[in-house]
Structure formats: structure tokens, C-alpha cells
Nanobody
């Protein structure tokens, strides 16, 4: 079992930046791939980014590539999502998720945080 708690969401103007955090507790954090997903109203949950257990590898959705950066601090049991050049279409609830394997389908993840709202105004 791993418990995840996101923070850092809020309201920002288009072009601005936010950094989301996801704090993990429970089993060994460094054993898990960590991922970020988002869900806008009326839409399915979609993959945003993932990072390997060591932090040495990352993978992004095309829609955020070049604007978002995922990172992790295994000593602090925390994964981050730095979001720059935000657009109104980035508005969504952002969730972190954990799994022991590389996955991009939300249906395959067992561990989720409660989500944090990000709203980007135009």
C-alpha cells in the first residue's frame, strides 16, 4: 500500500506557472514509477507524465511536452510536476499515481491521490 497526497494546485493566468507536489507514504517510494494524470470536467482521465523509480527517465504526453517537467526526490518521498506556459486547456484536476511498472493507462494504476485543482484563466 502507498498513500499519495497532492498539493500545489490553484488559479493562474495563461502563460503562468505552478508546481504540483505529491507526497507519498507507506511502502518504499523508490520502488514505484510515479505518474501524473489530469481530468477535465466531462472528459476522461488522461496521462500527463511519468518518471522512473530512480528519476533518470521521464515520459510526457505530447500536449505538455516542453512545458511540463516531472521530477522526484526519493529522500523526501515526493514527486513534482513543474508546469510552465500554462494554457486554459490545462485546466483540470491533477492526480498523482504510483505503480511498480511503466504504464500510461489510468485503468492500470492501483494507487491514487485525491487530486488537486488547477485552473488556468485566459
Amino acid at each position: 500500500q502507498v498513500q499519495l497526497v497532492e498539493s500545489g494546485g490553484g488559479l493562474v493566468q495563461a502563460g503562468g506557472s505552478l508546481r504540483l507536489s505529491c507526497a507519498a507514504s507507506g511502502r518504499t517510494f523508490s520502488a514505484y514509477y510515479m505518474a501524473w494524470f489530469r481530468q477535465a470536467p466531462g472528459k476522461e482521465r488522461e496521462f500527463v507524465a511519468t518518471i522512473t523509480q530512480s528519476g533518470g527517465g521521464t515520459y510526457y504526453a505530447d500536449s505538455v511536452k516542453g512545458r511540463f517537467t516531472v521530477s522526484r526526490d526519493n529522500a523526501q518521498n515526493t514527486v513534482y510536476l513543474q508546469m510552465n506556459s500554462l494554457k486554459p486547456e490545462d485546466t483540470a484536476v491533477y492526480y498523482c499515481a504510483a505503480d511498480t511498472k511503466f504504464k500510461i493507462s489510468p485503468r492500470e494504476y492501483d494507487y491514487w491521490g485525491q487530486g488537486t485543482q488547477v485552473t488556468v484563466s485566459s
